[in-house]
């Protein structure tokens, strides 16, 4: 029986899109590095950034909203305020109403390998209903820019 591959840090030039995030003093922990929760909110504040910000979604007034499903993180080097942060975004697959987004967070100093590395998968739902829902084309558009 073989052991399973260790996850490995991945270079910049895997991800497709970036998002500077700036770390604050409450991120860090007592032992002096950013808190493992912190990384799923910049993986969060990332993607739906980007989202927003290319007119993908519209988290007010938008019919469909993605909700989380699954997340995961690789931890491989400390991050650590007052160091900007980096993140790295790309699509590894769309489905008809889901959508698994894979982070990295990189290091504000240029760093060509990330410091950590995961993702998440939304599923898309009616606001209303709760109920899986198509893509829309606005977002479908967006996704094909970060595959």
């Given at each position: 029986?073989?052991?399973?591959?260790?996850?490995?840090?991945?270079?910049?030039?895997?991800?497709?899109?970036?998002?500077?995030?700036?770390?604050?003093?409450?991120?860090?922990?007592?032992?002096?590095?950013?808190?493992?929760?912190?990384?799923?909110?910049?993986?969060?504040?990332?993607?739906?950034?980007?989202?927003?910000?290319?007119g993908a979604i519209d988290i007010h007034t938008g019919g469909v909203i993605g909700l989380?499903?699954?997340?995961?993180?690789?931890?491989?080097?400390?991050?650590?305020?007052?160091?900007?942060?980096?993140?790295?975004?790309?699509?590894a697959h769309v489905g008809s109403s889901s959508v698994r987004y894979e982070v990295a967070?990189?290091?504000?100093?240029?760093?060509?390998?990330?410091?950590?590395?995961?993702?998440?998968?939304?599923?898309?739902?009616?606001?209303?209903?709760?109920?899986?829902?198509?893509?829309?084309?606005?977002?479908?558009?967006?996704?094909?820019?970060?595959?």
């Open positions: 029986m073989s052991s399973p591959t260790r996850p490995q840090a991945e270079a910049r030039s895997a991800y497709k899109a970036f998002r500077d995030i700036g770390t604050r003093w409450s991120d860090n922990d007592i032992y002096g590095h950013v808190n493992n929760v912190v990384y799923y909110s910049w993986f969060d504040t990332a993607v739906n950034g980007l989202l927003i910000e290319h989380v499903i699954e997340t995961q993180c690789n931890y491989f080097a400390p991050l650590a305020f007052p160091e900007p942060v980096v993140a790295g975004i790309r699509v967070l990189f290091p504000g100093d240029e760093s060509q390998l990330c410091a950590a590395r995961g993702h998440f998968i939304h599923v898309y739902v009616d606001r209303a209903t709760r109920r899986p829902a198509s893509l829309p084309p606005e977002l479908l558009s967006v996704l094909e820019t970060l595959r």
